[in-house]
């Protein structure tokens, strides 16, 4: 199983980017995908997840009411929708999957994308 996490890149504070993460390989059944973000120095943290099957939707405080987490089921594909960026939104970001229905901890997951790296400038 192999997740792509593309997307990223350099946007001033307050525009939107939009991740990706599609996933190939043998066919696993999904319960969460998440996506979480490092930023220089500091620890992984949690983001964002969504029940593969119901749409259900997870966000950390930091980030509420900014991104929005989506799946395309047909295509295999998770987004992240970022808007009003912020330069502390500054880290590489990374896709996931949970086996499970925790999935604040990065320990929940077992499958991780390599990260996609984004940069806001004030």
């Known amino acids: 199983v192999q997740l792509q996490a593309y997307g990223g890149g350099p946007v001033q504070a307050g525009g939107s980017l939009r991740l990706s993460c599609a996933s190939s390989?043998?066919?696993?059944?999904?319960?969460?995908m998440g996506w979480f973000r490092q930023a220089p120095g500091k620890d992984r943290e949690f983001v964002a997840a969504?029940?593969?099957?119901?749409?259900?939707?997870i966000y950390a405080d930091s980030v509420k009411g900014r991104f929005t987490i989506s799946r395309d089921a047909a295509k295999s594909t998770l987004y992240l929708q970022m808007n009003s960026l912020k330069p502390e939104d500054t880290a590489v970001y990374y896709c996931?999957?949970?086996?499970?229905?925790?999935?604040?901890?990065?320990?929940?997951?077992?499958?991780w994308g390599q990260g996609t790296l984004v940069t806001v400038s004030s």
């Open positions: 996931a999957h949970s086996p499970s229905v925790r999935v604040r901890s990065s320990s929940d997951y077992n499958y």
């Open positions: 390989g043998r066919t696993f059944s999904k319960n969460y």
């Open positions: 969504i029940s593969w099957l119901g749409g259900t939707t």
